[in-house]
């Protein structure tokens, strides 16, 4: 196999689809450590879904879909700025971290067609008192969360706008579970409100929601909660009722995602906007017990084969990476479509560009319009990276080589063994010596974000109730 003309094809293929709406509204929607089977139309017999189901009934489905990085914070930063983990300048995940002051995001990108950009949830490159600031890399507004660690907590004290801190009444911010004023409430109407008041114009809202992922706390008082609580499921972490405060936090999601459309389609904009659901990096096995070994929820379990990606979340194999991705644009992405179209994360900003007819910055990905609009011909991606950490991966088509944290290369046939559970690298030497070298021309070193107040990222850490007695986060200045 001659790998190099497969990537010299991809780089050179350049042929324009032709939109066939100019300019609309974008909701781009990620829901944290949302598995890939975590939705009643993939089969989940316990999680109720059915707003995402009847999405996906509407849009299409991709069932190829790579995050950016098999954890938060560094799967953030592919998305917003189009780079992949070989050049991005933000790779860890300490939760504060920055991008750089000079570097363009999707939002920076919008901006420049005069899309109104607007973020409404936990940020994850670049704590308060950092060059990563959302206000300053394209967005108009953004509420929530900046560090990741402020975000573990469902109940704080204050949320954060533009960086500047919102009180949330009745919150004292001692307890992992309880309180006055849910966040995720907080966060959701803030959302509904940019879109009422952005509606006249071309809009750009970006939904990076907490949960399900989170310390699941949830309203007593919540009608998602009164569907599961009664549930005879003793499976939880911190307590017995965590499993089912996690179910009650996905249909929560679920409503609400119900919800936004109800009121596109109140505003009369639903024909003009396309929406985005997806998850942010692969799932992890919460609660497992003895009898559901792969988690109480089995995200990257499925549930008709049986067949599991292999670990999770943190990881370079296919359970730390591969996510739920739903599209919806009414008239323009054909109803109830699937698609098992290769991508990954850096992708979204070249298909953001041709959508709007904007100028990306230098990325390292590739449009994905033609798939979504159903043209030919599709645009093959000629490589997907990936590094965290010690670990580093590069799939070409569908071969997928792993540098595993022992320093050893495997190699994987992802046609055969989804499960990634044959290793073949003894037996195709000159595709792994290919890949390596691939992987070796894709990394760079990170030129990381600067830190300017460490006294506010130390402040919003300090929110999470678990952080309090822990040292000071080790920040570069």
């Known amino acids: 196999m001659r790998l190099y003309y497969l990537v010299l094809f991809g780089l050179i293929a350049s042929k324009c689809c032709s939109v066939k709406a100019e300019h609309p509204n974008i909701?781009?929607?990620?829901?944290?450590?949302?598995?890939?089977?975590?939705?009643?139309?993939?089969?989940h017999p316990d999680l109720l879904?059915?707003?995402?189901?009847?999405?996906?009934?509407?849009?299409?489905?991709?069932?190829?879909?790579?995050?950016?990085?098999?954890?938060?914070?560094?799967?953030?930063?592919?998305?917003?700025?189009?780079?992949?983990?070989?050049?991005?300048?933000m790779r860890v995940n300490d939760g504060f971290s920055p991008i750089r002051s000079d570097e363009a995001t999707l939002a920076t990108m919008l901006k420049?067609?005069?899309?109104?950009?607007?973020?409404?949830?936990?940020?994850?490159?670049?704590?308060?008192?950092?060059?990563?600031?959302?206000?300053?890399?394209?967005?108009?507004?953004?509420?929530?969360?900046?560090?990741?660690?402020?975000?573990?907590?469902?109940?704080?004290?204050?949320l954060i706008h533009n960086s500047s801190e919102v009180l949330l009444e009745g919150n004292t911010g001692d307890s992992f579970y309880e309180g006055k004023t849910h966040a995720q409430n907080v966060i959701f109407r803030e959302s509904l409100r940019f879109i009422r008041e952005n509606k006249d114009k071309r809009f750009f809202c970006y939904l990076p929601w907490t949960p399900p992922h989170g310390l699941w706390g949830i309203d007593k008082d919540d009608p998602s909660w009164q569907l599961f609580k009664d549930k005879p499921w003793r499976a939880g972490q911190r307590t017995d009722k965590d499993s089912r405060v996690y179910a009650a936090f996905?249909?929560?999601?679920?409503?609400?995602?119900?919800?936004?459309?109800?009121?596109?389609?109140?505003?009369?904009?639903?024909?003009?906007?396309?929406?985005?659901?997806?998850?942010?990096?692969?799932?992890?096995?919460?609660?497992?017990?003895?009898?559901?070994?792969?988690?109480?929820?089995?995200?990257?379990?499925?549930?008709?084969?049986?067949?599991?990606?292999?670990?999770?979340?943190?990881?370079?194999?296919?359970?730390?990476?591969?996510?739920?991705?739903l599209v919806r644009w009414p008239n323009q992405i054909k109803a109830g479509s699937v698609s098992n179209h290769l991508f990954g994360f850096q992708d979204v900003m070249p298909t953001l560009a041709e959508l709007?007819?904007?100028?990306?910055?230098?990325?390292?990905?590739?449009?994905?319009?033609?798939?979504?609009?159903?043209e030919q011909p599709q645009r093959n991606h000629p490589f997907l990276y990936w590094e965290y950490r010690n670990q580093k991966a590069i799939r070409v088509e569908n071969?997928?080589?792993?540098?595993?944290?022992?320093?050893?290369?495997?190699?994987?046939?992802?046609?055969?063994?989804?499960?990634?559970?044959?290793?073949?690298?003894?037996?195709?030497a000159s595709t792994v010596s290919q890949l390596i070298a691939l992987a070796a021309a894709a990394h760079e070193p990170a030129r990381i974000g600067q830190i300017y107040d460490r006294s506010v990222i130390e402040k919003d850490r300090r929110q999470a109730p678990h952080s309090r007695n822990r040292p000071p986060s080790k920040v570069k200045e």
């Open 250 to 325: 996905l249909h929560m999601v679920d409503r609400q995602i119900g919800e936004i459309i109800s009121l596109l389609q109140d505003l009369e904009i639903d024909q003009q906007t396309i929406v985005f659901i997806t998850g942010d990096n692969g799932g992890q096995d919460y609660f497992k017990t003895p009898d559901r070994p792969h988690g109480f929820f089995g995200p990257n379990l499925n549930p008709e084969t049986g067949k599991r990606f292999r670990a999770g979340k943190g990881s370079l194999y296919e359970g730390g990476l591969k996510v739920p991705f």
């Open 27 to 43: 909701i781009y929607l990620m829901l944290d450590e949302w598995g890939y089977f975590e939705s009643s139309h993939m089969g």
């Open 399 to 428: 071969w997928k080589a792993i540098q595993n944290n022992q320093n050893d290369w495997e190699l994987y046939d992802l046609s055969t063994d989804i499960e990634e559970k044959s290793n073949v690298a003894d037996q195709h």
């Open 49 to 89: 879904t059915p707003n995402i189901d009847q999405f996906a009934a509407e849009g299409m489905r991709l069932t190829n879909a790579y995050a950016g990085a098999p954890v938060c914070g560094p799967t953030r930063c592919v998305l917003l700025t189009g780079l992949h983990t070989g050049h991005t300048s």
């Open 356 to 374: 709007t007819q904007s100028t990306a910055p230098k990325n390292d990905g590739v449009s994905f319009l033609p798939t979504l609009l159903g």
């Open 112 to 158: 420049t067609q005069d899309y109104v950009t607007g973020g409404f949830g936990k940020w994850g490159i670049g704590g308060r008192g950092t060059s990563g600031v959302p206000e300053a890399h394209g967005f108009d507004e953004f509420f929530g969360y900046y560090d990741q660690v402020h975000a573990h907590t469902i109940y704080p004290q204050y």
